[in-house]
């Protein structure tokens, strides 16, 4: 299936909410650090309900250390400053979709390392900033996944 990376996310409800996300559809969770939140926190642990047990989650120490660990899987930017629409591309199974943390988003260096043709956005209307970050890996994966008609498993 797909991997889903949370580069620094900040808001711990929002990766409870991606969690939750991830164990409904069948993609793994990847958290580069550092994390602006205690794994333990609360309201993680509120916002994912009982669905810690039911998600892979892996956790990463940098950015280096996740692209080491995935290094044969293709990463697609998620950004505000993609160059094409999250629907323009053809998914394939173990992409990498990464997203950038909330307040911040994906790092130049980051973008930079990436092909801009994997440089991935949701359409906005004009002067809006963001998505927030649950939403907009709920939109993503769920585009991806069903590319591949929904199918359950690697």
């Not at 047990?53 to 950015?63: E, F, N, Q």
């Not at 988003?105 to 359409?123: K, N």
């Amino acid at each position: 299936m797909f991997h889903i990376a949370l580069y620094e996310p900040q808001i711990a409800p929002n990766t409870g909410n991606i969690i939750r996300l991830v164990a409904n559809n069948g993609c793994q969770l990847h958290l580069i650090e550092p994390l602006g939140f205690d794994l333990e926190e609360k309201k993680l642990r509120r916002a994912g309900l009982d669905y810690h047990d039911l998600a892979r989650v892996s956790r990463h120490p940098d950015y280096l250390t996740f692209r080491q660990s995935l290094s044969t899987s293709r990463i697609l930017a998620c950004t505000t400053k993609g160059s094409r629409f999250y629907t323009d591309i053809d998914y394939q199974k173990q992409d990498i979709l990464l997203f950038g943390a909330e307040t911040h988003g994906l790092s130049d260096s980051i973008l930079d390392s990436i092909d801009t043709c994997y440089h991935l956005r949701i359409p906005m209307y004009p002067h809006s900033r963001t998505l927030n970050l649950s939403n907009a890996v709920a939109i993503v994966s769920y585009e991806a996944w069903r590319q591949h008609g929904f199918s359950k498993g690697n």
